[in-house]
């Protein structure tokens, strides 16, 4: 099946400074990326919907100032925390359409934030 | 506004027996529905997707059916191993390629 691959893993930082996770489809094209963000024991919700070329759209609620994301190629998608704080730790999870007709998507393996 | 319903939010099975995890939307306008494995403080594995136009997938030991008019999934997983052990995640998309929406999840633990 399609990869995707999430960069880092894990990441840990000082409060008030900025973190870019990157997001990368390896074998197919994606011109739709998905940003879910997961707190412990409690499902996934979506932040934003990066389009490859264009501005994302963010789901009511979420600080587009503060999560910024790009989508300058048809393999990359960067999520940028900035200015984080304790209450940005979570565990991001980016997902990828393959393309297809099935309308299937692909997730990475996740990024787990952990703002000191 | 969608919502996805997944009942119970844990089950603990012994080894060898099926397990059933439902999953109710309150849209029945859906164009599929998906099945997704976690693993502790990993990402999501695709299990099944099943599109609007049909009644099940069945992959392996795992069945998963739909049925729209009732707003209900529900995926089988046949002889449980302490492997299946995991939180399981059902969402819906409303076209191909749109954005899913989660349920809350079953987490499921299936004891030697």
């Known amino acids: 099946g399609a990869v995707v691959s999430q960069h880092p893993s894990w990441v840990i930082c000082k409060s008030g400074t900025s973190v870019k996770i990157e997001c990368r489809s390896l074998?197919?094209?994606?011109?739709?990326m998905f940003w879910y963000r997961q707190f412990p024991k409690q499902s996934l919700m979506l932040m934003a919907t990066?389009?490859?070329?264009?501005?994302?759209?963010?789901e009511q609620g979420v600080e587009k100032d503060k999560f910024l994301i790009n989508h300058a190629s048809l393999t990359l998608s960067t999520l940028t925390v900035t200015s984080a704080h304790p209450e940005d730790s979570s565990f991001y999870i980016c997902?990828?359409?393959?393309?297809?007709?099935?309308?299937?998507?692909?997730f990475g393996e996740g990024s787990r934030l952990t703002v000191l | 506004k969608q919502e996805v319903t997944q009942i119970p939010a844990a089950l603990s099975v012994p080894e060898g027996e099926n397990l059933v995890l439902n999953c109710s939307f309150t849209?029945?306008?859906?164009?599929?529905l998906q099945w997704f494995r976690q693993d502790p403080g990993k990402g999501l594995t695709s299990l099944l997707l099943?599109?609007?136009?049909?009644r099940e997938q069945t992959s392996g030991r795992l069945n998963a059916s739909l049925d729209k008019s009732s707003g209900r999934s529900t995926l089988y997983i046949a002889a449980s191993q302490p492997g299946d052990s995991a939180t399981y995640l059902c969402?819906?998309?409303?076209?191909?390629?749109?954005?899913?929406?989660f349920g809350g999840g079953t987490r499921v633990l299936v004891k030697p």
């Open positions: 997902s990828a359409r393959d393309g297809g007709n099935t309308g299937e998507l692909f």
């Open positions: 074998d197919f094209q994606a011109t739709t």
């Open positions: 990066s389009n490859e070329g264009s501005k994302a759209t963010y």
């Open positions: 849209d029945s306008a859906i164009y599929n």
């Open positions: 099943i599109q609007s136009s049909q």
């Open positions: 969402a819906e998309s409303k076209a191909a390629g749109n954005k899913l929406t």
